[in-house]
């Protein structure tokens, strides 16, 4: 058996015992270290092994039933029912309140947009161009945010990326992005609150809103693709600038 806490960090504030022993056992099954139809180890042996206490245990395998991942046999303890959890994929709400979390999210973000700016260059229709350049219009509109004007830039912005994840053609990229921004938009509208105290803008969000969209209308997929990069990871950048270096959140 895989050493359970191989890769584990110190605990996040909010995150418990069970957190965390729940996201070492779904590790183990979802990487395949316990292949479906195998029995757990009992309740004794995770708890020594992983240094908690049995209560734990018993709280994070409860969880993972519930999520379909594992299941009882009478007299036998737990075995491993499935590999693919019931409620699909989900960002837990308090992960974007933790640094190492949030960075991970605003990754998987790189991996999803930048392709899609690239497909969009290939597939975008004049529709799509009307909406993608009206977005960038919208957000340039408020790039120096007033207390007032936050909440509009952050719309302007994800109807930006949304537009180009709509004009991909394809429906899970779109399904996605709203899903990934619905879960980052306060987040989002924080670091921006946060850049407003300390007097900064939108400008340089702005130029690169344009830049992408000037690559799609040229149907440039590796300019796109090269210049959504470019900016995801400065945005991303800014944003844990604006939540940690300010010394708001730990």
């Avoid at 299941?71 to 989900?90: H, L």
């Avoid at 949030?102 to 969009?120: D, F, K, P, S």
């Amino acid at each position: 058996m895989s050493n359970l806490f191989e890769n584990a960090v110190p605990l996040a504030r909010g995150q418990t015992l069970s957190d965390q022993a729940t996201e070492a056992l779904r590790r183990n099954v979802m990487n395949g270290d316990w292949p479906v139809g195998s029995m757990l180890p009992s309740e004794v042996v995770l708890s020594q092994k992983m240094n908690v206490s049995r209560s734990v245990i018993r709280e994070a395998v409860s969880r993972l039933k519930a999520e379909g991942l594992l299941a009882s046999q009478q007299g036998r303890g737990a075995f491993v029912a499935s590999n693919r959890p019931r409620m699909g994929f989900a960002i837990n709400a308090r992960d974007v309140d933790n640094r190492r979390k949030l960075t991970q999210i605003l990754e998987l973000r790189l991996g999803i947009e930048i392709e899609a700016a690239a497909i969009a260059a290939r597939r975008r229709s004049d529709e799509d161009l009307e909406r993608i350049d009206a977005a960038v219009e919208a957000f340039a509109a408020v790039q120096k945010f007033g207390p007032e004007q936050v909440r509009a830039g952050v719309d302007a912005d994800l109807q930006f990326h949304r537009a180009i994840c709509d004009a991909t053609k394809n429906d899970y990229y779109l399904g996605f992005f709203n899903y990934l921004g619905a879960s980052l938009r306060e987040t989002i509208e924080a670091g921006r609150n946060r850049s407003v105290e300390r007097g900064g803008d939108s400008r340089e969000a702005a130029e690169e809103h344009r830049a992408v969209a000037e690559a799609i209308t040229a149907q440039d997929s590796l300019a796109a693709r090269k210049l959504m990069r470019k900016h995801l990871e400065l945005s991303s950048a800014r944003l844990l600038g604006h939540l940690w270096n300010s010394g708001g959140r730990e």
